[in-house]
């Protein structure tokens, strides 16, 4: 299992509240620990990140059980909240299916035959 890291697309045209002016800091993470990129980890760094297959997602899960758009992570005042976004084969948290939720740290998030585990360095 590798341990390499990759940033999702940081570019924002609007500025962050005061609550969001940390972000940059100390990202969550998403880290994929079964299916395939098994080992790569994902830097938070946006208030808006998009989960997918689709060419333009801010995180790229290349597995054809996982939706173009299958779900957006928002950095909100409550924390991470994780939005399914009418995915074919719904999101899971610790095996519970979710349309919306606030992650907590350690989670498992499943997507098809992707598993991810959110951190929160914050």
Same mark, same amino acid.
């Given at each position: 299992?590798?341990?390499?890291?990759?940033?999702?697309?940081?570019?924002?045209?609007?500025?962050?509240?005061?609550?969001?002016?940390?972000?940059?800091?100390?990202?969550?993470?998403?880290? @994929?620990?079964?299916?395939?990129? *098994?080992?790569?980890?994902?830097? &938070?760094?946006?208030?808006? %990140?998009?989960? =997918?297959?689709?060419?333009?997602?801010? @995180?790229?899960?290349?597995?054809? *059980?996982?939706?173009?758009?299958? &779900?957006?992570?928002?950095? %909100?005042?409550? =924390?991470?909240?994780?939005?399914?976004?009418?995915?074919?084969?719904?999101?899971?948290?610790?095996?519970?299916?979710?349309?919306?939720?606030?992650?907590?740290? =350690?989670?498992?998030?499943?997507?098809?035959?992707?598993?991810?585990?959110?951190?929160?360095?914050?």
């Amino acid at each position: 299992m590798s341990n390499e890291q990759w940033d999702a697309k940081t570019s924002t045209s609007r500025s962050r509240p005061d609550w969001a002016s940390g972000l940059g800091e100390h990202p969550a993470t998403l880290t @994929i620990l079964e299916g395939p990129g *098994e080992g790569k980890i994902f830097l &938070l760094k946006k208030e808006e %990140t998009v989960v =997918g297959r689709q060419e333009g997602a801010d @995180i790229r899960l290349d597995s054809k *059980e996982v939706s173009r758009k299958h &779900l957006i992570i928002s950095h %909100t005042r409550a =924390g991470w909240r994780l939005q399914d976004q009418k995915s074919l084969n719904g999101t899971y948290i610790n095996g519970v299916k979710v349309h919306s939720a606030i992650l907590r740290n =350690g989670d498992r998030i499943t997507l098809g035959d992707v598993v991810l585990e959110f951190k929160d360095a914050g």
